[in-house]
């Protein structure tokens, strides 16, 4: 009896033993975790927008997207029906460090064949990588979008419903390098040089008389400004393209925008003065058997438009837009029997968006587009009024 009560004894001592021994472990264990977590570094600041990215903006991808189910009409033409999209394009941005930066973005709706002159698609619109020197200067090189300014020029692609004549006839994503001054938080000076075109001077201008320039550059100066908290807005641009050798073309594009908190207005002022024609779109007639030449010299365009928008609430956006453009050719640089035809087009656009998410750049549409063209002369391939009316969505999709 007495040795079944000294091994009872000596079990229930080595099992209080065992268990003071976890206990101790343990409590080591819970010092070492308390150890680390007091000694560990903070985590790094995010952003309010970011939280979800761990690697603060190195590396962002969306998908720009705009699809629409229209109803159109053209002038003499029977009304048609058809879903279409617009707008696909692939975009990836980020800030490697607090000073490098880089932008790619991609149409995965063109074509990929390279272009003649800087054997790059044209399907790609950006592919750049910028350096910030410090607070106020920062250079970027590679094809980016050249600054010409205003704000229907400045809109992302997939928020147009249909750009005007004039900047539809442009062609701004070229191969160059800007350097960027900002003084104060409130303005923005840039200076660029790119090239004046994607392909060859032959290609694009095929059988001219005209010669190609040495260097076929543009050079552009643009001032982007905010005044009153924000409340008036500039984007103002103006430059040389050396377009032919001995031969220049110059461009002004000049918008202002007054930014509420519920009413945004902006207006838009673009002109060129053409010695060889680039943009294309000015119209000739003739009263007699003439030939006309298959490349203008001494062309004018002018172009304003206007967009009013206003947000009841939150969700909605309620906008209308109106354009009027001029295009013309100096008689004198005409052959006899040639003259200018007086080119005016106008666009007039209304529609109501519906954004039903404060953190996604989602918005469903209404939209009709108006469009009319005037001539002294009915061309032979005139550009036909029409009207449209699609329904449809716009969405900005944040991949990664």
């Not at 272009?115 to 750049?128: E, F, H, Q, V």
């Not at 008036?232 to 908190?261: C, D, F, H």
């Not at 519920?262 to 060129?272: L, P, S, W």
């Not at 294309?280 to 010299?297: D, G, I, K, M």
């Amino acid at each position: 009896m007495k040795k079944i009560l000294l091994a009872i004894s000596l079990l229930v001592g080595g099992v209080a033993t065992a268990q003071q021994d976890l206990q101790d472990q343990i409590n080591q264990l819970r010092a070492e975790i308390d150890q680390l977590k007091a000694t560990a570094p903070a985590p790094l600041p995010m952003s309010q927008d970011e939280e979800e990215n761990p690697i603060h903006k190195k590396f962002n991808m969306y998908f720009n997207f705009q699809s629409s189910f229209d109803l159109e009409k053209v002038k003499d033409q029977d009304m048609t029906a058809q879903f279409k999209a617009r707008q696909l394009r692939l975009e990836v941005r980020g800030d490697i460090t607090d000073r490098i930066f880089y932008r790619f973005r991609h149409r995965l709706n063109k074509s990929n064949a390279a272009t003649s002159l800087d054997n790059l698609a044209k399907a790609t619109d950006m592919l750049y990588a910028g350096f910030r020197l410090d607070d106020k200067w920062a250079l970027t090189a590679g094809k980016m979008c050249q600054a010409w300014g205003g704000f229907e020029f400045d809109l992302n692609p997939m928020n147009i419903y249909e750009y005007s004549d004039f900047v539809d006839h442009m062609d701004n994503f070229m191969l160059g390098a800007m350097i960027t001054y900002a003084p104060n938080k409130n303005h923005e000076f840039n200076f660029q040089i790119t090239d004046v075109r994607n392909d060859s001077f032959e290609k694009l201008y095929a059988g001219s008389s005209f010669e190609a320039s040495k260097s076929p550059l543009a050079y552009i100066f643009n001032w982007n400004g905010s005044f009153f908290d924000n409340k008036l807005q500039t984007r103002w641009g103006a430059g040389i393209q050396q377009e032919a050798k001995n031969i220049a073309n110059s461009m002004v594009m000049l918008g202002t925008k007054l930014n509420l908190p519920k009413f945004q207005v902006f207006f838009d002022y673009m002109m060129a003065y053409e010695n060889l024609d680039r943009l294309q779109y000015a119209s000739v007639y003739t009263t007699t058997a003439v030939a006309v030449p298959a490349y203008l010299e001494d062309t004018s365009y002018n172009s304003f438009v206007v967009k009013a928008e206003y947000q009841p609430i939150p969700q909605l956006n309620i906008f209308a837009q109106g354009m009027y453009e001029m295009a013309d050719v100096k008689n004198s640089s005409l052959p006899s029997g040639a003259y200018n035809n007086n080119y005016r087009s106008y666009g007039y656009y209304a529609g109501v968006e519906y954004l039903p998410f404060e953190k996604q750049d989602l918005r469903f549409f209404l939209a009709y587009i108006g469009r009319a063209y005037d001539y002294e002369h009915q061309p032979l391939s005139p550009m036909l009024d029409k009207n449209r009316v699609s329904i449809g969505l716009m969405y900005r999709i944040k991949a990664f």
